[in-house]
């Protein structure tokens, strides 16, 4: 049996990358390269296939766009995101969005061959906790976190330094602020994120990896 494969990714040079190591796949057939959504979602239309791999950094529709019409327009269809961004919040949400599988651009061959073979035979694909890193500061995911939570980054700053066991006066001093200013900000993240004192806020923090 062959399987339909198309390649959806904003860089010429990875798409060439990727199409030479699953040459040697002979149950694979490259049926398009895409780098853009919009052509991404035509070429599904036309080939429905059955393994979309997808990066998420992409012109007209992005990645986690073409997720959702994929997975509810295209049953049949399974789809492996590959991408540069490791933060465990964002492989939760693809993985909540049904994608059948996630892999970071700079795994081995192997390993994306490996992800390949797993999701044909009907099995899903996500890295371990262990594979994981902290969500930095600057990074894409870093902003959809503060807005699903409506925090600002001086609330995370304050946040981080909580959870390393700083005083109110401490936290001021380091942040050339006022105490009264440090306890408003304490206040409104524990309203925020609703929890009731600094066990909660460590709990939230572990599970989003900030610390």
Known sequence: MSYKIILAD????????????????????????????????????????????????????????????????????????????????????????????YLIKNSSAAALKEAITIILEGSTYFPDDTELKVIPDDSYFFDNFLKKYQLTKREVEIIRLICREMSTKEIAASLFLSELTINTHRRNILRKLDV????????????????
């Open 196 to 211: 009731k004192n600094v066990a909660g806020l460590v709990n939230f923090s572990k599970q989003n990896q900030l610390l």
């Open 10 to 101: 904003d860089h010429q040079f990875l798409l060439e990358g990727i199409s030479t190591v699953l040459k040697d796949m002979p149950d694979i057939e490259i049926v398009a390269t895409v780098q853009n959504g919009f052509e991404l979602m035509d070429t599904v239309a036309k080939e429905k296939p059955s393994l979309v791999i997808l990066d998420l950094n992409m012109p007209g529709y992005d990645g986690l766009q073409c997720l959702q019409k994929i997975k509810a327009n295209y049953t049949g269809t399974k789809v492996l995101v590959l991408t540069n961004y490791n933060q465990p919040e964002l492989v939760e949400e693809v993985r909540k969005m049904k994608a059948d599988g």
